[in-house]
């Protein structure tokens, strides 16, 4: 299966760079607890509008 990314980056990965959020969401994002759900949300919400478009 073929991940999406976003444009957002707010998750910091070990070499201390921002990573990209992908559609389906990740372990790391319900670890950061509100903040990362909050900004998946904004990517799944995007991504499904521009399913629709099309």
């Known amino acids: 299966?073929?991940?999406k990314k976003s444009d957002l980056?707010?998750?910091v990965n070990k070499e201390?760079?921002?990573s990209d959020i992908p559609?389906?969401?990740s372990l790391g994002l319900?670890?950061?607890g509100a903040v990362?759900?909050?900004e998946w949300r904004k990517v799944r919400d995007?991504?499904?509008k521009k399913s629709k478009r099309n």
Do not use: W
């Open 1 to 3: 299966m073929e991940k």
């Open 9 to 11: 980056k707010i998750i």
């Open 16 to 18: 201390m760079l921002p």
């Open 23 to 25: 559609v389906e969401g």
């Open 30 to 32: 319900l670890a950061l």
């Open 36 to 38: 990362g759900i909050t």
């Open 46 to 48: 995007a991504h499904d």
